[in-house]
């Protein structure tokens, strides 16, 4: 398989507590891979290094096959990552299109000034949106109006006007009703058949199971397997968090 990112050997302390003991992952172009793991287990740490929020202690990360050194958030997008946060980071009172292009906003200098151009914004707005099958048409909608998946819907928008061809989701459905939960986990398909892919951190088995290719499972700062989800259910992944996955070893 062509591998697109891979972490080895991480390590991170936050003073006294080490969050990452030498973790390892391995991605491959176009798969959607889990990162599961009990809490603690430095799930949230290992994306935080990718995506460039924080700096690992030791350890490389390559992409592409190419070490790379995040200095900040805007290092990792400049390398095709974007990262959506369990919070979405979208600005609720903005219109939806405002959103998508908050931070990259379309404008022409008349006369001097800086002029936006909304109706382009609107435009490119709902084709991305229409790209990943969405059915919102009306671009100037407030955020806060929409429903939980519709807003995921938002933020993979975003990334995907960013041209990420590595999109981190954190949670993206802890927050969701079961409707909701199945509009992300459609999102996550629509993703995958464009072929971007998809690093996604989830408590929930049945969404990694319904979605996800690939996994790797920490415990205690490591990586303890990664393993393809063919053929395996909830309850055996489940079971290989909590206690099958102490001895073996990393893969
Ligand atoms: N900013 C921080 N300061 C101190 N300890 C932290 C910080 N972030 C994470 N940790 C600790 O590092 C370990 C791994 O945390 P985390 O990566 O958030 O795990 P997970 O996302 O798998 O729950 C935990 O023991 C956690 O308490
Ligand atoms: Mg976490």
Same mark, same amino acid.
């Given at each position: ?141 407030? #955020?806060?109006? $929409? /429903?939980?998946?519709?807003?995921? +819907?938002? *933020?993979? !928008? ?5 041209? &990420? ?58 990586? #303890?397997?990664? $393993? /393809?989800?063919?053929?395996?259910? +909830?309850? *055996?992944? !489940? ?5 099958? &996955? ?6």
């Amino acid at each position: 398989m062509n591998q697109i990112l891979s972490v080895t050997g991480a390590f991170k302390k936050y003073g006294a507590v080490t969050a990452l003991r030498g973790a390892n992952l391995s991605v491959n172009a176009g798969e959607v891979h889990a990162i599961c793991g009990d809490n603690g287990a430095g799930k949230s740490t290992l994306i935080k290094l990718i995506a460039g929020v924080e700096t690992p202690d030791a350890g490389t990360i390559e992409v592409r096959g190419t070490p790379v050194s995040f200095g900040d958030p805007q290092d990792a997008l400049a390398a095709g990552i974007a990262t959506i946060h369990q919070d979405l980071g979208l600005a609720p009172a903005m219109a939806i299109y405002q959103n998508i292009y908050l931070g990259s906003e379309l404008s022409v200098r008349l006369a001097g000034i800086r002029v936006l151009q909304k109706r382009a914004m609107m435009r490119g707005a709902r084709e991305i949106l229409a790209k990943m099958n969405s059915v919102m048409t009306d671009m100037t909608k407030p #955020v806060e109006a $929409l /429903s939980g998946g519709q807003r995921q +819907a938002v *933020a993979i !928008a975003r990334a995907l006007r960013w041209n &990420a061809e590595i999109i981190i989701m954190d949670e993206p459905t802890a927050a969701l009703g079961v409707r909701e939960t199945k509009e992300v986990v459609r999102l996550i398909n629509e993703l995958r058949n464009r072929g971007a892919t998809v690093l996604l951190i989830s408590h929930n088995m049945a969404d990694v199971i319904a979605v996800a290719d690939r996994a790797t499972i920490l415990k205690g700062g490591r990586a #303890v397997t990664s $393993l /393809s989800l063919d053929g395996v259910s +909830a309850d *055996a992944l !489940a079971k290989m968090i909590m206690d099958g &996955a102490d001895d073996i070893e990393e893969a």
